[in-house]
């Protein structure tokens, strides 16, 4: 029997990312990381600055995923991002250049810095980096 | 009758204007299809997101959240978003006249202006804007609506405004714009399912528990900013891509009616200089008779 499959896709405001049948897929959710295998109950989540993982004919693609919403019901996994970024068009230097410049401002520890502000883009930093890697 | 000189200083003129309305026409067709490009592209997101929203809210109908807190509507807000250029035939000023009719005489109503012409606008006519929002970029970026809808939020929160409404231009083809209105605050859940297309028909008889994480609450109110801001950059592109069309058929016009006068002008012309030669003969004529 073939491999059970989900349908996928991953949308931002801008457009879709990505759109596919996928046997199973991994996200971090705020509330921790949840992976999503095919026929899943009905979920809906926010999701955490992360690397969405996912599994297609024994692939792994990873997906830089920068906040947002995912549902999940009726063998349908939607996500919701508020950006999102494939790792094949993930600028590594970019990245590499808006971590250093976060973690410089948050060692700065001035008063005059947005810490929320540097932190998110830290995580956003971290979460490119990491989903570029494994290209 | 105006000189000969004249008329043809005039023509050259008209000339002119037509080579700008023509070229500005041509930008406006560029600029439309990419912009419209931009709307399609959105679209999809803002289905998939008005479908969660509507079963999020559906399942979770007794979650209270300041968002959806419906109040007596004392004090109104009105964005308006128009374009930070004229010369698009009546795109600013359909959208500026719907919101004078909301608006009407009321007092106890802010506006807040997008774009340069309604900013000049609510300036001449005395309306003091708490803010405004100007010189949005060609390719409206998700950061410059969330500008917007944070702005709102922060005021309908804290109680400034107890309604908020979006006014602008609809893109529904290239020739018609349509004024519209839609509420913002407090934010009006969708039905579930009710996202038009396929996906909606197929999920709506569904109604199904959710399991939720972290929680009900914890969702929706993650939710709800989005989705706000999602409608005002939904709304922006909407209104780009009807300005730049707008402008286009008013820039084709302008250049078919440039022609009509260069063609009128250029009879007018031709008449005159055959008139001219016409009396010059007619002397030649008469002194040659008179001398014999």
């Known amino acids: ?9 991953v949308v931002t405001p801008q457009k879709v990312i990505y759109a596919d049948e996928v046997r199973f897929v991994k996200v971090r959710g705020t509330a921790g990381e949840l992976g999503i295998l095919p026929e899943h109950a009905p979920l809906i989540t926010s999701l955490d600055i992360g690397v969405a993982h996912i599994q297609k004919d024994n692939q792994w693609k990873k997906v830089a995923v920068h906040g947002g919403f995912m549902e999940v019901g009726g063998n349908r996994t939607i996500i919701l991002a508020n950006t999102a970024e494939l790792a094949d068009d993930i600028d590594v230097a970019r990245a590499q250049r808006a971590k250093e410049r976060a973690e410089e401002r948050l060692a700065s520890k001035s008063a005059d810095i947005d810490l929320v502000r540097a932190e998110a883009a830290l995580k956003r930093a971290l979460a490119r980096l990491e989903a570029a890697d494994a290209k | 009758m105006p000189a000969l000189r004249d008329l043809r200083r005039r023509v050259k003129s008209v000339k002119s204007t037509q080579k700008i309305c023509k070229a500005m026409k041509a930008v406006a067709t560029a600029k439309m299809s990419r912009a419209q490009a931009a709307v399609t592209a959105a679209r999809p997101y803002a289905r998939q997101m008005q479908e969660v929203l509507g079963r999020v809210s559906s399942v979770a109908g007794n979650v209270k959240h300041p968002l959806l807190a419906v109040r007596e509507p004392k004090k109104a807000c009105y964005v308006v978003v128009t374009s930070d250029r004229g010369l698009c035939g009546g795109f600013n000023s359909q959208i500026l006249r719907k919101a004078l009719n909301e608006i009407g005489d009321r007092s106890d109503v802010s506006v807040v202006p997008v774009g340069r012409k309604a900013r000049q606008f609510f300036r001449f006519r005395g309306w003091d804007a708490d803010t405004d929002f100007v010189g949005l970029s060609e390719n409206v970026k998700l950061e410059e609506a969330r500008q917007i809808a944070q702005y709102v939020i922060k005021n309908y929160s804290e109680e400034q405004y107890d309604v908020v409404y979006l006014l602008y231009n609809k893109f529904v083809n290239v020739l018609v ?21 396929k996906e909606g028909k197929k999920t709506a008889g569904m109604k199904t528990q959710y399991i939720f994480e972290p929680s009900a609450e914890d969702v929706l109110s993650d939710l709800l900013p989005r989705y706000v801001e999602m409608l005002v950059f939904y709304a922006l592109l909407e209104s780009k891509a009807s300005e730049h069309s707008a402008r286009m058929t008013a820039m084709d016009s302008a250049s078919k009616n440039a022609g009509e006068m260069i063609d009128k002008l250029t009879l007018q012309i031709n008449r005159l200089r055959q008139e001219g030669i016409t009396k010059e003969l007619l002397d030649i004529v008469g002194g040659a008779a008179a001398l014999e």
Request: cysteine-free; overall charge negative.
């Open chain 1, 1 to 9: 029997m073939a491999e059970k499959l989900q349908k996928l896709s």
């Open chain 2, 177 to 197: 714009q349509e004024p519209t209105k839609i509420q913002l605050l407090p934010v009006e859940p969708p039905e579930a399912g009710e996202g038009e297309g």
